[in-house]
């Protein structure tokens, strides 16, 4: 399946995984390239030294295949992950909460590729001025935080709006999703939730299990009344969030203390009680573990028949 997508980032399919916090790791992220994907390291808040690491593993497992960082512009290494990533050869950063605008000249010069993650229209045109390659068009689908517009209704307009390539996010993980994508107009996808339940995901077995698990209801959003809607697989400690949102027994500052390192209790302790179980609302479509090779060979010619028709 070639598009603009492929040709951009030198992949066989066009699609891209998630940069989930504390889960896209140098394993998954390369299993998803050697896939024909485009893996994604997740930068988030880690040490420079250790993101090192996880790029030349990465680089070591793939060759010569693209894989990418994602960052958080709003993390407090933003600058040095920025120059990182130039350092290191990567070839593609996505980004997320804010303009990456101050870094955009010093990547283009490298050679990076560069792929805003956007909720909006107004923000995708933000980031094609600025001089991004393409964007992904995330829906509130997704799991982590999300931004309020539906996949559905957010993709065509940004599509409509630019010149650039668009990626689509959110409520994606078998062939229909990616087939309904291009329909709406992307050139290619962003896989989150679907990649939890891979073998090659480091996480907890309790949440991998979580995944398989849950039923199309099973997802709840907390954290809209702190201004960082996220969304989390239901549990103990996510309807106890949302209850205290809700009824206003959690003020906005008893809120963030509960969640300061819910992420990553959950992805590496399973931790039921105190662990934030980030996941996408489709997570009721998915019932087993296997290979990223296989769940994105499936994905793929389930999309192609469709789109043949």
């Known amino acids: 399946m070639k598009t603009r997508i492929t040709e951009l980032l030198g992949c066989e399919y ?29 930068g988030g808040s880690a040490p420079i030294d250790y993101l090192r690491d996880q790029i030349r593993q990465c680089k070591a497992a793939v060759g010569d295949k693209t894989f990418g960082v994602n960052i958080m512009l709003m993390s407090p290494n933003a600058d040095d992950l920025a120059q990182l990533v130039i350092d290191e050869g990567v070839k593609v950063v996505t980004t997320g909460a804010g303009n990456p605008g101050k870094y955009m000249e010093a990547w283009k010069n490298a ?26 068009a995330e829906g509130t689908e997704s799991g982590g935080h999300i931004g309020e517009n539906t996949t559905m209704c957010l993709v065509p307009q940004v599509v ?6 668009v ?8 062939g ?23 073998d090659e995901c480091q996480i907890h077995p309790t949440f991998k299990e979580l995944v398989v698990k849950a039923k199309d209801t099973d997802s709840v959003v907390t954290g809209r009344y702190t201004g960082h809607p996220c969304r989390n ?35 590496q302790d399973g931790n039921l009680d105190e ?5 996408g609302a489709i997570a009721g479509m998915i019932n087993d573990v296997k290979p990223c090779r296989e769940i994105i060979d499936e994905m793929f010619a389930q999309a192609e028949k469709l789109l043949g028709k």
Do not use: Y
């Open 275 to 279: 662990g934030s179980f980030l996941c």
């Open 167 to 174: 990626i689509a996010a959110g409520g994606i993980a078998d």
């Open 111 to 136: 050679g990076v590729k560069v792929i805003p993650v956007i909720p909006s229209v107004a923000l995708a045109k933000r980031m094609e001025k600025a001089g991004a390659d393409a964007v992904v």
């Open 233 to 267: 697989i239901k549990t103990k400690f996510s309807k106890k969030l949302a209850m205290g949102e809700k009824d206003g027994s959690l003020s906005p500052d008893e809120f963030e203390q509960l969640t300061l390192g819910s992420l990553r209790k959950a992805v």
């Open 14 to 42: 066009p699609i891209l995984q998630g940069g989930m916090a504390w889960v896209a790791e140098h394993t998954l992220a390369a299993a998803v390239t050697n896939a024909g994907g485009v893996g994604l390291i997740a």
């Open 160 to 165: 409509d709006a630019l010149e650039i390539p």
């Open 176 to 198: 229909r999703g990616i087939a309904a994508s291009f329909m709406l107009g992307a050139e290619g996808v962003q896989v989150g939730t679907r990649f939890l339940a891979s």
